[in-house]
């Protein structure tokens, strides 16, 4: 972080005679800039918005805990669960015949139940069951829970998507990452403490919004990089300079900056600004090296896809997760364009092409993260804003099997963690038998959020923000609980 520092001038060569030359004048300036600068940018220090307390400085958290950092692969549109996770032989053996009168279906939504096209089958010592179009994921059974007994509060895309990232299904405020950050701040000083990687070919539903720090002040919200072409955008300008110039430059800038900031305090739109120019600049410096998949090995760029256009881009993107999380940085949310989960037709076809673009890179990421000593210390999020319903959803007059769609579904749905002392090997709570309903050990996602909290050293409860007038959480009105059974 930078540290305001005084400039000196030395003035100790000068021309014969003792006189100051304009030219001698300049270089000695140019060269005190410099050393500001620099020393700004190396020098450990306060951020910029230490004079409202809210930065980035790391903070320890209120207890021990197993994870330091998260991983979220967020997947947007809701992922049928019937159909990868939470296997029900009773939906195929019933298969195109009306919902017998306990699934309960209060919306007249479920004409007739819809069997999985896929086959699942027992993985590991554990024994958990995966669906067979996630061989990648299903490799690390014995590391992974399943939580099959979630559900949420609407039906809807966007209400959902912030109720699975910002605690309710109202719009505006922060999301998780953005908590983790303020909780725990950023453990490098040359990188962000929370990232975000969408797609290269477009955003998700709901854009931006996926990172945003709400209410909270900006310097926690997510920072966007790219996966493909220059990851930062205007990180670095168009023209060369010297190192002289560009530190001259940085140092001039820094003074302006406080001086600004030093009339308008309170400004945290500002700081967070000022904040956001100065990690910039940092960046310059380490930026590069974080985000150089070339530096990897043939073999691990081959693990995570890299040489197969299907799997390229997801592959990408975990692997810069692992080198974000490797290098400090708290949190990591990867994002697929638009919401590709969302099988209202072609269910069978769609969950293929998802599985086929990211199965195999989230297994690499599992395998790679193992290896390099990392899988204890970073917590593995995997899920959508709900799940997909246990029936055919016809558009038009296609009937054929294959070509039915399934419906949102927010009732029972599953979501998977792994690593950052998640206990692994099990399935956690149940639907019931055609896994319309969440019935045992039912899970609400403050109760997720808690959880994911509580193992990265936070307590739910008194990760408070102050915001108009009430202590803002997290887990807000709920009385969420710890998922005791989750933690190994």
């Not at 979220?72 to 669960?81: A, E, I, K, T, V």
């Not at 895309?157 to 309710?168: D, K, Y």
């Not at 505006?172 to 701040?185: D, K």
């Not at 940085?250 to 904040?275: S, T």
Request: hydrophobic residues 35%; charged residues 20%.
């Amino acid at each position: 972080m930078f540290r305001p520092v005084q400039p000196i001038f030395p003035i100790a060569s000068t021309p014969a005679g003792g006189l100051v030359t304009r030219r001698s004048a300049l270089a000695q300036l140019g060269g005190g800039f410099a050393g500001l600068a620099m020393g700004s940018l190396l020098a450990p220090a306060e951020p910029a918005a230490a004079a409202v307390g809210y930065g980035l400085d790391q903070r320890s958290p209120l207890q021990q805990s197993p994870a330091r950092a998260v991983i979220q692969l967020f997947m947007h549109g809701g992922p049928s669960h019937v159909d990868l996770l939470d296997p029900k032989p009773s939906l195929t053996r019933y298969h195109g015949t009306p919902p017998p009168a306990e699934v309960g279906d209060d919306e007249n939504r479920t004409k007739y139940l819809l069997g999985s096209p896929f086959r699942f089958r027992p993985h590991g010592e554990s024994g958990l069951e995966f669906s067979e179009i996630m061989p990648g994921i299903a490799a690390h059974a014995d590391s992974i829970t399943v939580i099959r007994s979630m559900f949420t509060e609407h039906r809807n895309h966007e209400q959902a998507i912030w109720m699975a990232n910002t605690g309710l299904i109202r719009p505006g405020r922060p999301n998780i990452g953005s908590w983790v950050a303020y909780g725990l701040g950023a453990e490098t000083d040359d990188l962000p403490g929370y990232v975000a990687l969408p797609d290269p070919v477009g955003l998700p539903v709901d854009g931006s919004r996926n990172w945003s720090s709400g209410w909270l002040p900006p310097v926690f919200q997510g920072t966007a990089f790219r996966s493909q072409g220059v990851p930062v955008l205007h990180l670095k300008p168009k023209r060369s300079r010297t190192d002289a110039v560009t530190q001259g430059r940085l140092g001039l800038l820094q003074r302006l900056n406080r001086q600004h900031q030093a009339q308008r305090p309170g400004e945290l739109e500002l700081d967070a600004r000022i904040a956001n120019f100065e990690l910039a600049a940092r960046m310059q410096l380490s930026a590069t090296d974080a985000l150089d998949l070339t530096s990897e090995t043939k073999e691990t760029q081959s693990l995570y896809g890299l040489d197969n256009p299907t799997t390229k881009s997801y592959g990408r993107r975990c692997l810069m997760a692992r080198r974000l999380v490797e290098r400090g940085v708290r949190f990591v949310q990867l994002f697929m364009r638009g919401q590709p989960w969302d099988t209202h037709t072609a269910n069978t076809a769609g969950l293929k092409s998802c599985c086929g673009q990211t199965d195999g890179p989230v297994g690499a990421l599992l395998t790679d993260l193992k290896r390099r000593g990392l899988f204890d210390s970073t917590l593995v999020l995997w899920g959508g804003e709900f799940g997909r319903t246990p029936a055919a959803e016809l558009r038009g007059s296609n009937t054929a099997r294959g070509n039915e769609g399934r419906d949102h579904h927010p009732y029972g749905f599953s979501v998977w963690l792994a690593g950052g002392g998640i206990k692994g090997g099990q399935a956690y709570g149940t639907t019931d038998d055609f896994g319309y309903r969440s019935i045992e050990n039912r899970t609400q996602t403050a109760n997720l959020h808690a959880t994911i909290l509580h193992q990265l050293g936070l307590d739910h409860e008194t990760l408070v923000y102050s915001h108009n007038g009430r202590d803002e959480r997290l887990t807000d009105v709920y009385r969420a609980t710890i998922i005791r059974e989750l933690l190994g």
